[in-house]
């Protein structure tokens, strides 16, 4: 290949990165992310029994309603912090509840979806990608902030499949798409 043509193809890849590299993932897509989340979620609490929502796999660990509850905080807190809104809780409110009930768990994890969701529907497109120090310590945009809250609530779901397994409850089938 010539010095040219290498020199275009060259000029090519750098333009294609950079264009990729500029393209973010639109609001509406973030929502429906969430939407996809809350909905797996759901099946998660919808499977575990009501005693289930007491066990501790050690006494160290969170009982199965405490991590979920635990995901509903951070879901209010992490996304506030993230978009730079009030929270109607404060962090470790929910975890805190005495009523631990599927029936109380179930509704609080899934207004706490609603919250996230509600709210990024409100804030304009242009504002996702404003800095922000998420925490008072980390340098980030709104929109990577939404995506560490999201990140989060993944990896405590991710957690309660063991806590389903000790129930002897089969986990839902995962849902990527």
Known sequence: MNIEIKNLVLSLCLVIGSLAAKAQVKPVDIIKEWERSKVYTKEYLDAMPE???????????????????????????????????????????????????????????????????????????????TPIKMLGSFDMTKRTGIAKAFEHQVHHRGQTTVYLRLAGVKPPQEKLF
Request: proline share 5%; glycine share 6%; hydrophobic share 40%.
């Open 51 to 129: 005693t289930g929502y007491a066990l501790q796999p050690t006494p160290e660990m969170r009982s199965f309603a405490g991590q979920m509850l635990h995901l509903a905080d951070a879901n209010y807190g992490l996304a506030s912090a993230a978009m730079g809104i009030k929270s109607p809780f404060t962090v470790g409110d929910l975890e805190k509840s005495s009523d631990k009930s599927k029936a109380n768990v179930t509704k609080l994890v899934m207004e706490s979806y609603d919250y996230v969701a509600d709210n990024i529907k409100k804030m304009p497109e242009a504002q996702l990608d």
